[in-house]
């Protein structure tokens, strides 16, 4: 059973449960549900782990026949099909950036799918310009493995950073 919040803005906790788990569980503690988030939301958290650190295991929570799909207006833009598609575009996305790194800063656990919130971050090398480009990826996992990924991104800004620096819009 879930208590009412106090105030406007307080966080629900579960009835029967402690406002704050203990340290060992902090890091896989969700306050908005009262309780550990899910296996699912561990593994999306261990993927933006992996690909920070530049792991080319980080690849194997997809599916083998893994859809990813981004919006169609961008440059790269469509559905990626299959797990060795979708390694060899991250290939591609580090190559044609500096620095390239996607920040997590919020899991929204759903259970088989889980929000991924964050920024796209670092220097496209067309254009030289540091750039941050809010996202928001919707991951849907079955048996331990991102079956289909669809994100959702601020295009008129990456579309921005992604041309050469005489033709952008925006100035630093």
């Known amino acids: 059973m879930i208590g009412l919040p106090a105030r406007p803005g307080d966080i629900p ?7 704050m788990p203990n340290w060992r569980t902090l890091a896989s503690y969700e306050l908005t549900r009262g309780g550990p988030m899910s296996k699912n939301a561990d593994l999306v958290r261990a993927f ?6 530049g792991d080319p295991g980080a690849v194997d929570l997809f599916a083998p026949d893994v859809e990813f799909c981004m919006p169609d207006v961008l440059p790269h833009g469509g559905t990626i099909h299959g ?4 390694g060899s575009y ?13 920040e997590l800063d919020d899991l929204v ?8 919130t964050g920024r796209f971050c670092g220097r496209p090398k067309v254009s030289g310009r540091y750039v941050e480009v809010p996202f928001a990826l919707v991951w849907a996992l079955r048996d331990g493995l991102a079956i289909r990924v669809d994100e959702y991104t601020d295009t008129a800004l990456l579309i921005d950073a992604l041309r050469p620096t005489e033709q952008s819009s925006t100035v630093d």
Not at 110 to 115: K, L, M, P, S, T
């Open 13 to 19: 906790v579960r009835l029967g449960y402690p406002l």
């Open 48 to 53: 933006y782990a992996a690909a920070a650190t």
């Open 83 to 86: 797990r060795e598609a979708l």
């Open 90 to 102: 991250f290939g591609e996305v580090q190559g044609r950036w500096e620095d390239f790194r996607a």
């Open 109 to 116: 656990d759903g259970g088989d799918r889980v929000v991924a």
